[in-house]
């Protein structure tokens, strides 16, 4: 199946500076859905883009769907301690096919 | 609103021994997936329902794995029997299947442990 590129990896912040992560990917999507998971919890979601371009804030995060429709953006301005977690793109085709990337560990130092 | 069900949370099994977990939806949704999630990696998916068909089971490994919806609403995924490698989290989501607004929401995950 479609392969999302989530980068990157890992990241080591300093509590209140801004974070930006992306996910891209050689096929086109309807929809891109950022997700954030805790320890022992599934995968909750953050923000769900629908259209190419589009610009959505929620609080503190920023996430875009890119006008090629192949990639997506989440930032994360001044970072807090509960930031800490892991990130996950998750892209979905017309027919309800929704795949993940492999995401990315945020870590927030005080 | 309760939210997507999973149980159980936690199962400790000796490989070659069969386990079940159980998944109740988000009441009305029609559309009911089971992943798969390795440590540090994203969720895999195994299969996806829509009401009580199986419409994506491709990634589902047949031999070992079943997975049932009899009644469109509830859903429960078999292992028998059991590998060291299937030790895993098993998450169960849901979602209206609306393409053009299509949210899942999760459960909390079943970890299995394979010994």
């Known amino acids: 199946g479609q392969q999302l590129n989530q980068s990157p990896q890992s990241m080591f912040i300093q509590e209140g500076e801004d974070v930006s992560m992306n996910c891209t990917s050689s096929?086109?999507?309807?929809?891109w859905l950022w997700y954030k998971q805790e320890p022992g919890e599934g995968p909750v979601l953050l923000i769900a883009?629908?259209?190419?371009?589009e610009l959505t804030s929620n609080g503190r995060l920023t996430a875009q769907f890119g006008i090629t429709r192949k990639d997506s953006f989440l930032n994360i301005s001044a970072s807090i301690p509960s930031d800490v977690g892991i990130y996950f793109c998750?892209?979905?085709?017309?027919?309800?096919?929704?795949?993940f990337g492999a995401g990315t560990r945020l870590t927030v130092k005080p | 609103e309760a939210g997507v069900v999973q149980s159980p949370r936690y199962k400790i099994i000796e490989k070659k021994q069969p386990v079940a977990f159980w998944c109740n939806p988000i009441s009305g949704h029609n559309t009911l997936y089971w992943y798969l999630q390795n440590l540090g990696q994203g969720p895999e998916l195994l299969i996806r329902y829509e009401n009580e068909e199986a419409v994506d089971d491709s990634q589902l490994p047949k031999d070992r794995f079943s997975a049932e919806r009899l009644k469109g609403v509830d859903s429960t995924l078999k292992i028998q029997p059991a590998e060291l490698g299937d030790s895993a989290v098993y998450l169960c989501a849901s979602s209206l299947g609306d393409p053009g607004a299509n949210v899942l929401t999760f459960g909390a995950g079943s970890r299995l442990t394979v010994l």
């Open positions: 998750a892209s979905l085709r017309w027919n309800n096919d929704m795949r």
């Open positions: 096929s086109i999507f309807n929809t």
């Open positions: 883009l629908y259209k190419a371009g």
